[in-house]
């Protein structure tokens, strides 16, 4: 346990993480960054009022600096969804943004970043610049090659671009070389394979970064801060390794113009999962690397990034002199309050990051940053946000203690509502409680556990073990009734019903719940036909590996993860492939064999070829949901106002759960 000290009239139990720092020039309140981000909330190069929401509501929160997105500087990237610092006519944009933030003793930070030959968006980027002429690894995408009068222009470019958002306000620039994009691109030896001054060894390879450096240096002075993200291992054989990194930090250290510097995990390659590491691995899994690597230049202030969700996290790393920053993205997508809650003691009203990446699907997707766990991402009151009073207060019934139904039931309560929730079960979560039992879905506890606590607050009355029948619910003599009860999945029509009645054939949820702890391990295959594709179904088949000899996903489309994002799909692979499951694609199962000799026969559909799968101990499946919202004609009959929430409203992921939940929450 780490002691209490006082920081103006608030004692923390984090002394370290919020105490204050010097960094090129300015002083930081404490050690608290927002890692750069996309955001989607760039329109035609202006910071709309969302962006500048998102922004100020964290600087408001507690961030001592924020790192934008990547900012638009350079002639051959003028994507009119990055800010505009190509020119002087961006600059009105530009001010507001810094005012708004740097107005809360925050530090603002523009990226300084581009693709180069990077995509992970469907197709080709037919614009991309590059090193050498060499395709990228997920999209083939081959840019045009730099010249190398072409490198120095585009240095110069960045360089009074920077002092354009110095003008605006900003306190200074973040260069992003991690993670395969550009910069990233000329410091490995595996795609940087130019002969000329800015290729062939180590020196050459940094003298890009280096160079851009110095130049922004000569272009903006001091007090200016100029960051660096690095590459860590990035996981491309022949590329950038623990020693090559090592490398790379001595030399642009030499510069003596770095104010700050982190390292990036992975590439713009099948590695790129790693820069979005989760629960199925451990807590700030590159800590220790990154303090080793920025061991070559101690007086460098070097941010812990990757993972990092608790504020005793971030506290261990500073106290323990592993970093001198802490920079979070995720955890500040999900509660913009999250160093000011950590700092006056109210972790418990954190809404925790659940490191699910759908933040970094909905922007790869072309749309604004959304959150699992938070339904008001950019709204103008975000940060130290309490629901306004219902105009009248009434009697709400929530039947179903799942994550729509909390939400629902804990903004009710605090608008004024008296609410009372009807659990069928004696445990909170519903199938999210499931999913959290299951490999890697620890972190989602926290939606539940959150909704559950400010319920709690609010003063929500909790009947568990309910049936929640008709007359359970009457009961409560509710005004209106808010059904939250589930769905099901739908059994697949190659089932007999036979064999649905002997429980040969179950549906995932029902076949796994007798899996979770279990040691037992049973000889044969388990069939998982899968018709789902998000991640509890890839979750509940790494437990089966446990219990069974194999584990063969069946699906009808060309591949699995489908619905998952391009990261998770990634570790998803790489985790089933790592414990030998069978993934059969573009395949449904036409006929179960009889019982004895316990086999499956499947088609392609495409082709119609069929093959036989044997030695089967089980099938199961996780297809289609269906409502489970029988009772809603049934209050109605009785007079009864009823809404529905979540999956008995339509089957739907864990994001639309919470932001229908905060919705209904916020009409009643």
């Known amino acids: 346990m780490f002691g209490t000290i006082c920081i103006g009239l608030a004692l923390t139990a984090y002394p370290n993480l919020f105490s204050s720092l010097e960094v090129g020039g300015f002083r930081l309140r404490n050690r608290v960054v927002h890692a750069a981000i996309v955001t989607r909330f760039v329109s035609g190069g202006e910071a709309t009022d969302r962006l500048i929401n998102y922004h100020e509501n964290r600087a408001l929160g507690g961030a001592s600096m924020i790192v934008t997105e990547p900012v638009a500087m350079i002639k051959a990237n003028r994507d009119p969804g990055r800010l505009r610092a190509y020119d002087g006519a961006g600059m009105d944009s530009l001010k507001r943004l810094a005012e708004a933030v740097e107005q809360h003793d925050c530090r603002l930070l523009g990226q300084v970043q581009d693709p180069g030959r990077a995509r992970h968006e469907v197709g080709r980027n037919d614009s991309a610049i590059g090193v050498s002429a060499l395709p990228d690894d997920l999209s083939w995408t081959v840019p045009h090659v730099l010249s190398t009068q072409e490198i120095w222009d585009v240095i110069e470019e960045w360089a009074r671009g920077c002092k354009r958002l110095k003008q605006a306000g900003f306190s200074g620039v973040e260069l992003s070389a991690g993670h395969g994009h550009l910069f990233h691109q000329f410091l490995s030896p595996w795609s940087n394979r130019r002969d000329d001054e800015f290729g062939g060894d180590l020196r050459g390879r940094t003298r ?114 592993l970093a001198q920053l802490v920079f979070l993205g995720r955890p500040l997508i999900t509660d913009a309050a999250w160093p000011e809650k950590a700092r006056t003691g109210k972790e418990s009203q954190i809404r925790y990051c659940v490191s699910c990446n759908t933040c970094w699907r909905s922007i790869i997707d072309g749309k604004r940053l959304e959150c699992d766990n938070n339904p008001r991402v950019a709204e103008p009151v975000e940060a130290f946000w309490q629901p306004p009073p219902a105009t009248a207060n009434k009697r709400i019934t929530v039947v179903g203690s799942g994550i729509a139904g909390l939400e629902t039931a ?259």
């Open 208 to 321: 890009f970064l280096r160079e851009l450096i110095r130049a922004i240096r000569a272009e903006c002075g001091r007090p200016f801060i100029i960051g660096t993200k690095l590459p860590g291992l990035d996981g491309v054989r022949e590329s950038i390794d623990l020693r090559e990194a090592s490398d790379i930090a001595t030399e642009i250290a030499s510069t003596d113009e770095v104010d700050y510097w982190t390292f990036a995990w992975g590439a713009h390659a099948n590695s790129l999962s790693t820069h979005l590491p989760n629960a199925h691995g451990e807590r700030a899994p590159y800590l220790q690397d990154i303090a080793r690597l920025a061991s070559v230049a101690p007086e460098i202030p070097c941010g812990a990034l990757g993972y990092i969700t608790h504020p005793n996290e971030g506290e261990y790393a500073v106290s323990e002199g």
């Open 410 to 668: 804990w903004l009710a309560a605090a608008r004024g509502h008296t609410v009372t929730v009807l659990g069928r079960s004696g445990e909170l979560g519903g199938k999210t409680r499931l999913h959290a039992e299951l490999p890697g879905g620890e972190n989602l506890r926290s939606i539940y556990d959150y909704q559950y606590l400010a319920g709690k607050r609010f003063g929500v009355r909790f009947e568990l073990d309910s049936s929640g029948n008709v007359e359970d619910v009457l009961t409560t003599r509710p005004d209106e009734v808010v059904l939250a009860t589930g769905s099901c999945m739908l059994i697949p029509s190659f089932v007999p019903q036979e064999y649905v009645d002997k429980g040969f054939v179950e549906d995932l949820r029902t076949f796994i719940t007798s899996f979770i702890g279990r040691q037992a391990h049973e000889p044969g295959r388990v069939v998982l036909f899968d018709q789902d594709h998000t991640e509890m179904t890839y979750a509940a088949a790494e437990l089966l590996t446990e219990n069974f000899d194999v584990v063969t996903v069946v699906t009808p489309r060309e591949r699995i993860a489908a619905d998952c994002s391009l990261v998770n799909r990634q570790q998803i692979y790489q985790r089933l492939y790592e414990r030998g499951v069978e993934i059969v694609t573009s395949s449904v199962p036409v006929g179960l064999e009889d019982l004895e000799d316990t086999e499956l026969q499947l088609a392609n559909v495409y082709s119609g070829r069929e093959q036989i799968l044997g030695d089967i101990v089980a099938v199961t499946f996780s297809t289609a949901r269906t409502p489970l919202d029988q009772q809603r004609p049934l209050l109605e009959a009785k007079g009864l106002a009823v809404h529905t929430v979540g999956d008995c409203h339509a089957p739907r992921s864990v994001l639309a759960a919470t932001r229908q939940g905060y919705q209904l929450g916020m009409s009643l």
